[in-house]
């Protein structure tokens, strides 16, 4: 009996070339569709929304909307201004992220914030807000709508949350799964889930759609939530070490502070409260989670929420769509190596 390779334990390492060239062409004209709409008679608007949409992004979530519907054989070329919705709602969510986080890069750029001014990023996401909604009224189902506006609320409602849970040493695995799971899985749940509704499909497709999405969009953000202490800036495309500055309290501190013994909780309140944030002070958490097992947990919390997302496709019949979705799993989780 030939034994089963684990498609999250593997000698080569995952790329996203198979999904990337099983949308090439839909992803054509959805670019198409994203140029065009972010054209504004005022020159800042796509002066800086192009700054941050030119920067080298994966595309990766409407991509998912794109691969969603390869999966379900979809004919019809409607997705495509859906998918690039869901393309300017992440961008608008980051550029409105950078402003808050007053980050330094994104996606190895200077931040737009940095060049353009903190009001001017601020205005041009809520412009890339409102072509987002125009795209979905064009499409005209109210479901598709329905959908991608809660999606959108309940990304500002996670960033809220994320917010007042900064600086917080006591905030625990529950809410921190929460706060990843409204700020980041629910954009990709909604992505790959209207993808099942324009192909006309019943509550079961959509909701195992929408559970590879949402448990792929967890683990991805775990696994950015452990990079940012085991990687390097040109490595993330964001300075290492922003969410131990900014006092975000994420899976690796959480599981590091739980098992530290008193002088070592300390450090850690201290540092969440602001109190230890030089590079030195980076180094010694690093070190700490690397003794504890920390980020090493995380990664595998990740994978386990991987392994959610491959389960949830498992029924469907597409075999190249569907080793696409399997191999971006794969892909998002493979950025911790």
Sequence with gaps: MTATVHPLNRDTPPSLNPIMSLVA????????????????????IPELAGHLIAGGGKRMRPMLTLASAKLLDYPGTRHHKLAAAVEFIHTATLLHDDVVDGSD???GKTAANLIFGNPATVLVGDFLF???????????????LRILSNASAVIAEGEVDQLTAQRR???DEERYLSIIGAKTAALFAAA?????????????TELALDSYGRNLGIAFQLID????????????????????R?????LPIILSYARG???ERKFWEDAIAGHRSSDEDLAYAIRLMRENGAVDDTIERARLYGQRAIDAIAGFHAADAKAAMTETVAFAISRAY
């Design 25 to 44: 062409q839909d992803m054509n004209a959805v670019n198409s569709i994203i140029l065009d709409r972010m054209q504004s008679e005022i020159p800042l």
């Design 105 to 107: 890069m994104r996606r």
């Design 130 to 144: 409102s072509r987002s909604f125009e795209l979905m009224v064009e499409d005209g189902s109210l479901k598709v």
């Design 169 to 171: 040493i006591e905030t």
């Design 192 to 204: 790959c889930r209207i993808s099942a509704v324009v192909a006309e499909r019943d509550e079961a």
């Design 225 to 244: 939530d452990a990079i940012d202490y085991t990687s390097d800036s040109e490595t993330m495309g964001k300075g290492v070490g922003d969410d131990f």
């Design 246 to 250: 900014e006092g975000k309290v994420t």
């Design 261 to 263: 013994n008193a002088e």
